[in-house]
Protein backbone atom coordinates (compact mmCIF):
# COMPACT_ATOMS: atom_id res chain seq x y z
CA UNK A 1 0.00 0.00 0.00
CA UNK A 2 2.86 2.49 0.64
CA UNK A 3 4.65 1.51 -2.23
CA UNK A 4 1.56 2.43 -4.32
CA UNK A 5 1.19 5.65 -2.31
CA UNK A 6 5.00 6.65 -3.30
CA UNK A 7 4.41 5.45 -6.55
CA UNK A 8 1.77 7.45 -7.14
CA UNK A 9 3.59 11.02 -5.56
CA UNK A 10 6.78 10.11 -7.98
CA UNK A 11 3.95 10.10 -11.32
CA UNK A 12 2.29 12.97 -10.35
CA UNK A 13 5.60 14.72 -9.50
CA UNK A 14 6.82 13.83 -12.41
CA UNK A 15 4.08 15.07 -14.46
CA UNK A 16 3.77 18.28 -12.53
CA UNK A 17 7.17 19.07 -11.56
CA UNK A 18 7.37 21.72 -14.35
CA UNK A 19 4.60 24.04 -12.82
CA UNK A 20 5.35 24.01 -9.48
CA UNK A 21 9.35 24.84 -10.03
CA UNK A 22 7.90 27.63 -12.21
CA UNK A 23 4.97 28.64 -10.09
CA UNK A 24 7.74 28.98 -7.20
CA UNK A 25 9.89 30.81 -9.52
CA UNK A 26 7.30 33.55 -10.14
CA UNK A 27 6.77 33.89 -6.78
CA UNK A 28 9.91 34.33 -5.62
CA UNK A 29 10.25 37.00 -8.52
CA UNK A 30 7.25 38.67 -7.29
CA UNK A 31 8.34 38.91 -3.68
CA UNK A 32 11.63 40.08 -5.05
CA UNK A 33 10.58 42.99 -6.85
CA UNK A 34 7.52 43.90 -4.26
CA UNK A 35 10.76 43.78 -1.68
CA UNK A 36 12.73 46.17 -3.63
CA UNK A 37 9.56 48.30 -4.92
CA UNK A 38 9.07 48.80 -1.16
CA UNK A 39 12.72 49.42 -0.41
CA UNK A 40 12.63 51.91 -2.98
CA UNK A 41 9.66 53.83 -1.93
CA UNK A 42 11.15 53.92 1.79
CA UNK A 43 14.26 55.35 1.16
CA UNK A 44 12.32 57.84 -1.53
CA UNK A 45 10.18 58.29 1.47
CA UNK A 46 7.25 58.25 -1.79
CA UNK A 47 4.16 56.21 -0.79
CA UNK A 48 1.81 57.01 -4.04
CA UNK A 49 -0.21 54.04 -2.91
CA UNK A 50 -1.29 55.45 0.12
CA UNK A 51 -4.21 57.96 0.41
CA UNK A 52 -4.33 60.79 2.91
CA UNK A 53 -7.45 62.68 3.70
CA UNK A 54 -6.02 65.98 5.30
CA UNK A 55 -7.94 68.62 7.06
CA UNK A 56 -6.37 72.38 6.81
CA UNK A 57 -7.23 74.90 9.33
CA UNK A 58 -6.27 78.06 10.69
CA UNK A 59 -6.39 77.73 14.46
CA UNK A 60 -5.40 80.69 17.07
CA UNK A 61 -2.91 81.74 14.01
CA UNK A 62 -1.34 78.64 13.40
CA UNK A 63 -1.82 76.60 10.03
CA UNK A 64 -3.33 72.85 11.51
CA UNK A 65 -3.17 69.74 9.20
CA UNK A 66 -4.77 66.77 10.96
CA UNK A 67 -5.38 63.30 9.21
CA UNK A 68 -9.15 62.50 8.81
CA UNK A 69 -8.75 59.25 7.01
CA UNK A 70 -5.37 57.75 5.26
CA UNK A 71 -5.98 54.18 3.37
CA UNK A 72 -4.65 52.35 0.19
CA UNK A 73 -5.60 54.48 -2.66
CA UNK A 74 -6.88 50.51 -3.81
CA UNK A 75 -9.24 50.26 -0.51
CA UNK A 76 -11.09 53.47 -1.26
CA UNK A 77 -11.23 53.62 -4.80
CA UNK A 78 -12.46 49.80 -4.71
CA UNK A 79 -10.90 48.84 -8.09
CA UNK A 80 -7.22 48.39 -9.38
CA UNK A 81 -7.50 50.02 -12.32
CA UNK A 82 -8.69 52.96 -10.77
CA UNK A 83 -5.99 53.31 -8.28
CA UNK A 84 -3.53 53.06 -10.91
CA UNK A 85 -4.49 55.62 -12.93
CA UNK A 86 -4.61 57.92 -9.82
CA UNK A 87 -1.19 56.81 -9.12
CA UNK A 88 0.35 57.35 -12.59
CA UNK A 89 -1.90 60.85 -13.34
CA UNK A 90 -0.94 61.80 -9.95
CA UNK A 91 3.02 62.41 -10.71
CA UNK A 92 1.76 64.93 -13.41
CA UNK A 93 1.25 67.46 -10.65
CA UNK A 94 4.11 70.31 -10.66
CA UNK A 95 5.25 72.86 -8.28
CA UNK A 96 3.09 75.42 -9.57
CA UNK A 97 -0.41 73.11 -9.77
CA UNK A 98 -0.13 70.50 -7.16
CA UNK A 99 -3.87 69.27 -8.52
CA UNK A 100 -3.99 66.32 -9.76
CA UNK A 101 -4.66 66.63 -13.13
CA UNK A 102 -8.10 64.54 -13.88
CA UNK A 103 -10.40 65.29 -16.71
CA UNK A 104 -13.87 66.74 -14.84
CA UNK A 105 -15.72 63.39 -15.29
CA UNK A 106 -12.86 60.89 -13.42
CA UNK A 107 -12.74 63.99 -11.11
CA UNK A 108 -15.79 64.08 -10.00
CA UNK A 109 -15.96 59.92 -9.80
CA UNK A 110 -12.72 59.87 -7.66
CA UNK A 111 -13.67 62.97 -5.24
CA UNK A 112 -17.01 61.38 -5.13
CA UNK A 113 -15.05 57.71 -3.83
CA UNK A 114 -13.12 60.38 -1.04
CA UNK A 115 -16.56 61.45 0.33
CA UNK A 116 -18.01 57.48 0.64
CA UNK A 117 -14.91 57.12 2.21
CA UNK A 118 -15.50 60.28 4.57
CA UNK A 119 -19.54 59.39 5.05
CA UNK A 120 -18.84 55.93 6.08
CA UNK A 121 -16.13 56.90 9.05
CA UNK A 122 -18.28 59.62 10.67
CA UNK A 123 -22.08 59.48 9.77
CA UNK A 124 -23.97 61.36 13.00
CA UNK A 125 -24.53 64.75 11.34
CA UNK A 126 -27.28 64.19 8.60
CA UNK A 127 -29.39 61.94 11.62
CA UNK A 128 -29.03 64.58 14.04
CA UNK A 129 -30.97 67.07 10.63
CA UNK A 130 -32.97 64.64 10.05
CA UNK A 131 -33.98 64.09 13.89
CA UNK A 132 -34.32 67.87 14.15
CA UNK A 133 -31.64 67.86 16.90
CA UNK A 134 -29.63 71.17 17.03
CA UNK A 135 -26.33 70.97 14.39
CA UNK A 136 -23.70 73.04 13.09
CA UNK A 137 -23.02 73.10 9.61
CA UNK A 138 -20.07 74.23 7.81
CA UNK A 139 -19.60 74.22 3.80
CA UNK A 140 -16.33 72.56 3.14
CA UNK A 141 -13.91 71.57 -0.61
CA UNK A 142 -12.28 68.72 -1.59
CA UNK A 143 -9.73 68.29 -4.45
CA UNK A 144 -7.02 65.33 -5.31
CA UNK A 145 -3.20 66.88 -4.93
CA UNK A 146 0.10 65.49 -5.22
CA UNK A 147 2.58 68.11 -3.66
CA UNK A 148 6.03 67.94 -4.72
CA UNK A 149 7.59 71.55 -3.91
CA UNK A 150 9.45 72.00 -0.79
CA UNK A 151 11.08 69.71 1.80
CA UNK A 152 7.99 67.16 2.31
CA UNK A 153 8.69 64.65 4.90
CA UNK A 154 6.64 62.31 3.09
CA UNK A 155 5.00 62.37 -0.52
CA UNK A 156 1.59 60.61 -1.25
CA UNK A 157 -1.38 61.75 -2.62
CA UNK A 158 -3.72 63.64 -0.93
CA UNK A 159 -7.30 64.62 -0.89
CA UNK A 160 -7.55 68.18 0.69
CA UNK A 161 -10.42 69.09 2.85
CA UNK A 162 -10.38 72.84 3.57
CA UNK A 163 -13.61 75.22 4.75
CA UNK A 164 -14.68 77.17 1.32
CA UNK A 165 -14.71 80.28 4.11
CA UNK A 166 -11.20 79.65 4.28
CA UNK A 167 -10.07 79.08 1.13
CA UNK A 168 -11.89 81.82 -0.47
CA UNK A 169 -10.50 84.37 2.11
CA UNK A 170 -7.00 83.13 3.25
CA UNK A 171 -5.10 85.73 5.21
CA UNK A 172 -2.84 87.62 3.05
CA UNK A 173 0.59 87.30 5.54
CA UNK A 174 1.26 83.27 6.71
CA UNK A 175 0.11 81.95 9.77
CA UNK A 176 2.38 80.24 12.21
CA UNK A 177 3.51 76.36 11.25
CA UNK A 178 3.26 73.96 13.92
CA UNK A 179 6.21 72.14 11.89
CA UNK A 180 8.74 74.39 9.00
CA UNK A 181 7.34 71.54 6.36
CA UNK A 182 4.04 73.09 6.85
CA UNK A 183 5.09 76.07 4.88
CA UNK A 184 4.75 73.91 1.55
CA UNK A 185 1.22 73.45 2.70
CA UNK A 186 0.28 77.11 2.96
CA UNK A 187 1.75 77.71 -0.45
CA UNK A 188 -0.23 74.89 -1.58
CA UNK A 189 -3.27 76.31 -0.21
CA UNK A 190 -2.58 79.69 -1.96
CA UNK A 191 -2.58 77.72 -4.94
CA UNK A 192 -5.70 76.06 -4.22
CA UNK A 193 -7.07 79.22 -3.51
CA UNK A 194 -6.47 80.55 -6.96
CA UNK A 195 -7.51 77.36 -8.82
CA UNK A 196 -10.79 77.47 -7.22
CA UNK A 197 -11.22 81.24 -8.00
CA UNK A 198 -10.72 79.96 -11.70
CA UNK A 199 -11.69 76.88 -12.03
CA UNK A 200 -14.26 75.60 -9.24
CA UNK A 201 -15.12 71.98 -11.27
CA UNK A 202 -11.59 71.05 -9.92
CA UNK A 203 -12.92 70.91 -6.32
CA UNK A 204 -15.83 69.07 -4.97
CA UNK A 205 -18.12 71.04 -2.21
CA UNK A 206 -19.78 69.20 0.88
CA UNK A 207 -21.88 70.42 3.37
CA UNK A 208 -20.63 69.14 6.66
CA UNK A 209 -22.37 68.92 9.56
CA UNK A 210 -21.59 68.19 13.03
CA UNK A 211 -23.97 67.55 16.52
CA UNK A 212 -24.06 71.25 18.14
CA UNK A 213 -22.30 71.92 21.95
CA UNK A 214 -24.78 69.53 24.26
CA UNK A 215 -26.34 68.13 21.32
CA UNK A 216 -24.97 64.39 21.62
CA UNK A 217 -26.79 64.89 25.58
CA UNK A 218 -30.09 64.43 24.14
CA UNK A 219 -29.94 61.96 21.45
CA UNK A 220 -29.91 58.13 21.82
CA UNK A 221 -26.23 56.93 21.69
CA UNK A 222 -23.01 58.48 19.43
CA UNK A 223 -22.09 58.05 16.33
CA UNK A 224 -20.15 60.95 14.28
CA UNK A 225 -20.49 61.44 10.45
CA UNK A 226 -19.92 62.89 6.84
CA UNK A 227 -22.40 62.54 3.47
CA UNK A 228 -22.08 64.84 0.60
CA UNK A 229 -23.87 66.85 2.37
CA UNK A 230 -21.21 65.35 4.96
CA UNK A 231 -20.44 65.74 8.66
CA UNK A 232 -17.33 64.94 10.81
CA UNK A 233 -16.15 65.18 13.99
CA UNK A 234 -12.52 63.79 14.71
CA UNK A 235 -9.94 63.68 17.15
CA UNK A 236 -6.93 65.17 15.34
CA UNK A 237 -4.18 63.19 13.92
CA UNK A 238 -0.91 65.49 12.62
CA UNK A 239 -0.70 64.23 9.00
Known amino acids: MLTEIVDALSDELAEHWVKMVTAALFMGVGWYFGRRRAHRQWEKREFFDRLNISLNRISDGTLR ?3 LVEKSCEDI ?3 SVAANRLIATAQKTTADDPIVPLDKDENWLYLNAVLNEISEK ?3 GQL ?6 PTRTETYLICLTNECEGALRTRKIRAMVVRRSLLTNLPETAPRFEHPNHATRWRTLGQLA ?3 ARDPERFLEVEIAVPAAGAA ?5 RSDGVTE ?3 ADVNPVQA
Open 217 to 221: NTSPG
Open 77 to 79: FLN
Open 122 to 124: FAA
Open 229 to 231: TAN
Open 194 to 196: SQY
Open 128 to 133: YLDMGL
Open 65 to 67: IRT
